[in-house]
């Protein structure tokens, strides 16, 4: 208990990554789904920084720096894509982007 | 012992920020609590002696992310309430927490059978910072390149997609010029 483990980390993990996926399945605003991804990405970050003190190997901390990179650029684009669909729409909810009918 | 206090203070503190997050029904409530939760994640890597991880994260996220979406929240309306998706609650908390350790899993799977093994080791008496610099200089070079032209097209398509009609000013044009720009727009979207 007192113990710190990589189990602990894990479990710590896995509890953040069920938020955010939670939160991408019950969201329909495509910022707060934006929000629900940061989280999800945050908490694969942890799980890498775990396994590599537990390891004593720094090839997961290399992985969270180009994990972060990259929802850095994923951010810069995705918002810039959003702005523009708010410009046109005046929404950003996710139902008003079926344009396909069936 | 006080590793083991600041690990569960830390994993309370970020879970409840992050449940915010996802439950809250005003945007910048989200917002708010997600930058809070950035902040607490970092801690966890300061615990794990990944210290340049950890200032990375403060100043990555907290710092260029969360100030992002908040420019970026200036366009949208978001002091309206979020609607949500009405949907069997069990299912989706279900599904997600499946999910989750399904990943878990697919990561341990090669921990617990001892399949690993130390590629890059780490050295004795030498910081975190210095250590990182050596690894991701020589063995990562490649990737850390490719990563940076990645941020680099990223941040043009930013500036070329938030940045059409930049020049406009809606409080400089009279309410005629507005509604002509709005005419304009929508002819746009139809064709």
Redesign the interface.
Known sequence: ????G?N???I????????????I?????L??L???T??LL?AV???F?????Y?????G??F???V??????????G??????W????GT??LDTMTSMRG | MFEAIAFYLFAFLTIAMFFITVTTSQALYALSALAAGMIFISAFFFILGADFLGAVQIIVYTGAVMALYAFGMMFFDTTREVKEKKGNKFIIVGLATLAAIMVVVIFVAPLVSDNINAFYPMVEGVGNTQEVGMVLFTKYLIPFEVAAVMLLVAMVAGIVLAGKKMDLSITLMTDAEIIDMKKDTKKETLS
């Open positions: 208990m007192m113990e710190i990589l602990h980390y894990l710590l993990s896995t509890i953040l990554f069920a938020i955010g996926l939670v939160g399945m019950r969201r329909k605003n910022l707060l934006f929000f629900a940061e989280i945050n970050n942890i799980a920084a775990a396994i590599s003190h390891y004593g190997d720094l090839t901390q290399m969270a720096f180009f972060i990179a990259i929802a850095a650029s994923e951010l810069a684009v918002l810039g894509l959003l702005i523009v708010y410009k046109r729409h950003i909810d």
